[in-house]
């Protein structure tokens, strides 16, 4: 196990030791249920002190009591020190999987549970919706994450162009605007792909889910990876209890659930069903 060395930088504008970091991972699991490496400490210092600076307190120790009695606070504190990775048709697989199993099935429920800046979600809906030749189907998208700062960018829709270079042209053409004039280098994904996605606000540790079941598809892709085994088989255990029998759980690439056999058996890459 990698155990932190903090030494003092004299550069740095507010104390932060050894203890400040492992409060800060502390306050993290305590709130979120998220696992922050040790590897992280120089991100949560540059991440925090911006906050400690823009609540015009002196020290870590201040800020964590600040964010231990104010939801506002708790909410900057979480957005703040969550990661948000992701592409559209990132890990492509999982999309043709999807397409294929929308030809076989009478799909109406589909949730996204990381939904980060929404491209995710809007990959999803642009196969449903060529998998129904329509923007209005059956299909109900649910996606959800617990950073509110990302869910607010992916209810927009707009992102830099080069972040589409990689889907055909056609898929373009069809799922985006491009923008001019003060909008140039920026798309945003048309509104009816947009109608085709509701976005909610969630916390995977939390005890009930505004969420209903039964679900066909649920893509929940490298976020279990921060948190601890017994919160993981948790989450899982309620995932899969909410997917119809034939349902299909997406998991993330640096994601392995095969030691669960009790719980789900796999289909194809990172591709699982319940257990029957």
Known sequence: MTTVVSKQDSTREFAFEKADFKNVQQMLFKKAGINLSDAKEAMVYSRLARRIRARNLRSFNDYLALVNKSESELEQFINALTTNLTSFFREPHHFTALADYLSQHNVTNIWCAASSTGEE????????????????????????????????????????????????????????????????????????????????????????????????????????????KPT?????????????????????????????????????????????
Request: glycine share 6%.
């Open 121 to 228: 979600p809007y990959s999803i809906a642009m196969v449903v919706a060529e998998a129904y030749g329509s923007f209005k189907t059956q299909v109900k998208i649910i996606a959800s994450d617990i950073d509110s700062k990302v869910l607010a960018k992916a209810k927009a829709g707009v992102y830099p162009l080069a972040s589409i270079a990689k889907i055909p042209l056609h898929r373009q053409k069809q799922f985006f605007h491009k923008g001019k004039g003060a909008n140039e280098g920026k798309v945003k994904v048309v509104d009816e792909l947009r109608n085709m996605v509701q976005f909610k606000k969630l916390n995977l540790t939390d005890a009930k889910w505004d969420v209903k079941g039964p679900l066909d598809v649920i893509f929940c892709r490298n976020v279990m990876i921060y948190f601890d």
């Open 232 to 276: 993981q088989l948790k989450v899982l255990q309620k995932m899969v209890g909410m997917l119809k029998p034939s349902g299909l759980y997406m998991a993330g690439h640096s994601e392995n659930f095969n030691m669960y056999t009790n719980l789900v058996r796999p289909v194809g890459k990172t591709i699982y069903r319940p257990v029957d």
